[in-house]
């Protein structure tokens, strides 16, 4: 049975920080880690995710970590805006790779 | 472009009333799941489909509740005699089929479902 494991519970940034969220797994056999931003009142939306074969990804101020030995991966937040107050989860494939199992979730506040 | 949608948006419904949701997956995906969240907690597996065949089912998925996709299209999930333990975010998703194409999940708007 997977489990995710994802910290801070919450956190608080200044406008134009760096937010830094880590989540740990126990077991997968597939390599696919995705992150969802959730506003309230609405469903999670797919924000990034890394695949197997890179360390770390990119997209715009968003940037995945990844590292497999240590069974971690973590969602950096550049600049940080107060549009990017929500809550983000992360997730992983269980071993029979059929379906997410998603972390807690954090609470992210960025203050102007 | 059209989302993922869930009909209704909001139920509220007595202890012991049976209550039915449905979700409309993106047109072109053959999977769709169904989802628990309550409450400052992560999304919790319920049941997920392949086009009409109901594939998987979480142990949090009592004989209460039951999931049907007909056909292959829009889904519905059932919870019979209610509980105020059922009081949750119910969310439905669906990814395209593919590779890791299928950890892709589009989330809808979800049902918030009180139990009174």
């Known amino acids: 049975q997977q489990q995710v494991k994802q910290s801070p519970q919450s956190l608080i940034v200044q406008k134009g920080g760096i937010s830094i969220i880590n989540c740990a797994y126990e077991n997968t056999a597939f390599d696919y880690f995705p992150w969802y931003q959730q506003f309230p009142g609405k469903g999670p939306a797919l924000l990034i995710a890394i695949r197997p074969d890179v360390s770390e990804k990119k997209e715009g101020r968003f940037t995945i970590s990844f590292n497999k030995s240590a069974k971690q991966f973590s969602l950096h937040i550049m600049d940080s805006q107060p549009g990017d107050s929500a809550t983000y989860f992360c997730a992983a494939p269980n071993n029979a790779g059929n379906m997410l199992t998603f972390g807690g979730g954090t609470r992210l506040m960025v203050k102007p | ?116």
């Not at chain 2, 999931?67 to 009081?87: H, N, V, Y």
């Open chain 2, 1 to 116: 472009d059209t989302g993922v949608s869930q009909d209704p948006r909001h139920k509220i419904t007595k202890r012991g009333q049976n209550v039915t949701f449905r979700c409309d997956p993106i047109s072109e995906h053959n999977r769709l799941y169904w989802y628990r969240q309550t409450l400052g907690q992560g999304p919790e597996f319920l049941t997920y489909f392949q086009n009409e065949a109901q594939l998987e089912k979480s142990r949090l998925l009592s004989d209460r509740f039951s999931a049907e996709r007909p056909k292959g299209s829009f889904s519905t999930l059932e919870i019979q005699r209610t509980e105020q333990g059922d009081s949750a975010m119910y969310l439905c998703a669906s990814s395209p089929d593919g590779g890791l194409r299928f950890y892709e999940q589009y989330f809808g708007p979800g049902t918030r479902l009180t139990v009174t």
